[in-house]
């Protein structure tokens, strides 16, 4: 009997991006509605595509909020679950001019996991 495997892809995203709020005040938000800023907004996430096509996004952490979760936790319940990682790539990567004391930096923004795990099904 041959084995029958099913697949899983685990998608990892960076983003920036400028974002417009109400600019804040000593102590509260301006209720003036043209009294905004611009600020840069971050944030991370990840997207599982499961075998059966259903898509799952999941909040790691943005600007605007704490960390939801890991792709450390995430993986570990996949691993729990049966599910092997089996291949990883960069899809996508930036160049940032000025990051962290160097000139120019390039770091990756999207990176596509690959797991499977044997099939429960016989069919």
Avoid: C
């Amino acid at each position: 009997m041959n084995a029958r495997w099913e697949y899983l892809l685990v998608e990892w995203v960076y983003e920036r991006r400028k974002k417009t709020r109400p600019v804040k005040t000593e102590k509260l938000y301006s209720s003036d509605p043209d009294s905004t800023e611009e600020y840069e907004y971050q944030e991370q996430y990840i997207k599982l595509t499961w075998p059966d096509g259903k898509v799952d996004p999941r909040g790691l952490w943005s600007t605007d909020h704490s960390e939801v979760s890991t792709v450390s936790k995430i993986f570990n319940e996949l691993g729990a679950d049966g599910w092997e990682l089996v291949s990883d790539n960069t899809r996508s990567a930036k160049v940032y001019r000025d990051i962290n004391g160097w000139p120019d930096a390039s770091a990756p923004v999207e990176v596509a996991y690959w797991f499977k795990r044997q099939s429960s099904s016989t069919g």
